[in-house]
């Protein structure tokens, strides 16, 4: 069974404090790994797909790295409008769902 | 171009009522997917469909639960007998293509409370 795990659930970060946020996965093939990320009262908005180990791709001030256990979101400089939960997701190979992570919440305090 | 929509957006019923709640995909996305967010917990999976097919329907909770596609376009999630568990937020999504790593883009979200 898929499994993924996210940490930390929280981070309090200051402005320009840059951090990253970690998944953890447990897939029998993988065919996908994907980050969203989610503001109250809103549906996931897509960040990234990364398909292999050692793969990178960046948007604005959000890296998403892979290896072959886990993914890193680093958080470059943040703003407070960087402030929301963002979530990793697998797809194995044999199916198309996507297993979830619980997510972290993220603030970014001015 | 228009995104996902979902409606009602909110709707809250009495224990024991059916409940309808739709999805419209974005144009030419063939595989559409519903997704449940409880308060304090992931997205679980509920149903895949390619088409009007459902070739994965596991994640369904219970056979109060069901849904259909139809044209290749909307789609309808019922519940029936609604119970105070069902209480939770209800995700569509759709994607280009079932497999192949295909991004999946998501509605707005229907919060359904059973009280």
Do not use: M
């Not at chain 2, 992931?42 to 639960?65: M, T, V």
């Not at chain 2, 119970?83 to 939770?88: F, N």
């Amino acid at each position: 069974e898929d499994q993924v795990t996210q940490s930390p659930e929280a981070l309090r970060l200051q402005e320009g404090e840059s951090s990253s946020l970690n998944c953890s996965y447990t897939v029998s093939g993988l065919r996908g790994l994907f980050w969203y990320r989610q503001d109250p009262g809103k549906g996931p908005e897509f960040l990234f797909t990364l398909y292999s180990a050692g793969e990178e791709k960046e948007k604005e001030r959000l890296k998403a790295t892979l290896t072959k256990k886990e993914s890193f979101l680093h958080i470059t400089a943040p703003k407070p409008e960087d402030s929301a939960t963002y979530l990793c997701a697998v797809q194995e190979t044999s199916g198309s769902r996507l297993t979830f992570g619980e997510g972290t919440q993220l603030t970014v305090n001015p | 171009g228009a995104g996902v929509s979902q409606s009602p957006s909110n709707k809250v019923t009495e224990k024991g009522k059916d409940v309808e709640l739709r999805c419209d995909p974005i144009s030419g996305h063939t595989a559409l997917y519903w997704y449940r967010q409880s308060l304090g917990q992931g997205l679980e999976f509920l149903i895949y469909f390619q088409g009007n097919s459902a070739p994965d329907k596991s994640g369904l909770p219970s056979d109060r639960f069901s849904a259909e596609r139809t044209g290749g376009s909307v789609s309808t999630l019922t519940i029936q007998r609604t119970q105070q568990e069902d209480s939770a937020v209800y995700l569509c999504a759709s994607s280009l293509r079932p497999s192949g790593g295909y991004e999946q883009y998501f509605g707005p979200g229907t919060r359904l409370t059973v009280t």
